[in-house]
């Protein structure tokens, strides 16, 4: 019995789909135009801000620096308004980079815990509470955090520095005198109240982020909460706790009248961290500028430039760690 053969007409196939236009424009609406220009736009304006920043400082700088009659990298005096100015930032670049390090090492592990204890550990009803009161620390004025440092911190730190002198004195770093505690010391651990809600608030973000199924996964496997966070959220969390960081370690670098207010500012460089004195570069541009001359303003202006190069060496550094530890912080996952 011969078999039918079967049909060979083939279904027929979907139209290709329509070619785009030549200019590459023709699929694209209007509002995607507006907007790609507009955030074009805002990127390049940023990009003029920045670079006129730079040469106003470069600039007034030079005019400076070529005045200076000392050594305007290690000198150890600021005599800008004098003839002739001499002028030198060692001890204002010593007193930034000091302070702005003991707020970073007191910060940012409590910030990581508190910021782990609302995302993973405290009850819903407790988390957000918590939280507002971690932002409204940020909203606060730093003049308000100067006064509460003259006004209470500074008197109640005198035992604890009779403390760490009497069992650390030895090592140099923590010997005590006696006196007034305004030194760089105090001016770290107010700096890192102050950027505490900073650090805090977007690891907490950031650690909420983490993948729900690597958190449910683990804990099937029978981890416990612990080995949870320190598998899952701290891997993924790594690069955004390092943004956070840097993003306190600006508000310290830059903080001005906190700091102008509790240090007992003078140009000597203490070898322990509890002799009062000191300097930093916000605090001595707000204190000198008003009574500063032509070239005052311009040496001031010129410790204003290396303050925004730290910045930008900070958080071009801060960029190049993120970049190397992406692959490995769990973020592509």
């Known amino acids: 019995m011969a078999i ?139 003049i308000v955090y100067g006064l509460w440092g003259i006004l209470f911190l500074v008197p109640q730190l005198t035992g ?52 729900k199924m690597h958190e449910e996964a683990a804990l099937a496997l029978g981890a416990t909460r612990w080995e949870v966070i320190r598998m899952s959220v701290l891997p993924f969390g790594r690069s955004g706790v390092i943004s956070a960081s840097m993003l306190g370690l600006g508000r310290a670098l830059g903080e001005t009248m906190a700091v102008a207010t509790v240090l007992s500012p003078n140009f000597l460089i203490g070898a322990s961290l509890l002799d009062p004195g000191g300097g930093t570069f916000a605090q001595n541009i707000a204190a000198g500028f008003k009574e500063a001359g032509s070239m005052g303003r311009d040496a001031l202006i010129a410790s204003g430039l290396v303050l925004f190069v730290i910045t930008l060496l900070v958080n071009g550094a801060a960029r190049l760690i993120i970049a190397r530890r992406k692959e490995y912080s769990g973020a592509n996952a």
């Open 160 to 211: 604890m520095y009779e403390w760490l002198d009497d069992y650390f004195g030895w090592t140099g770093i923590f010997a005590y005198e006696g006196g007034a505690a305004r030194s760089l010391f105090t001016v770290g651990i107010l700096l890192a109240i102050m950027i505490l809600p900073i650090v805090t608030n977007v690891s907490r973000e950031v650690f909420q982020q983490a993948p």
């Open 4 to 142: 039918a053969n079967p049909p060979t007409d083939s279904p027929p196939s979907p139209p290709p789909p329509p070619a785009p236009a030549a200019n590459g424009k023709g699929a694209t609406r209007p509002g995607d135009r507006i907007f790609l220009g507009l955030s074009r736009g805002s990127g390049i304006a940023l990009l003029v801000i920045m670079a006129a920043i730079a040469v106003f400082l470069t600039w007034r700088a030079a005019l400076a620096i070529s005045a200076d009659e000392a050594n305007f990298l290690t000198a150890f005096e600021w005599e800008a308004n004098a003839e002739p100015p001499k002028f030198g930032i060692a001890v204002l670049a010593y007193g930034t980079v000091v302070s702005s390090i003991i707020a970073m090492v007191i910060a940012v592990p409590v910030a990581v815990g508190i910021a782990l204890f609302i995302s993973h550990y405290a009850p819903r009803k407790l988390a957000a509470p918590l939280g507002y009161v971690i932002d409204l620390l940020a909203a606060v004025p730093s």
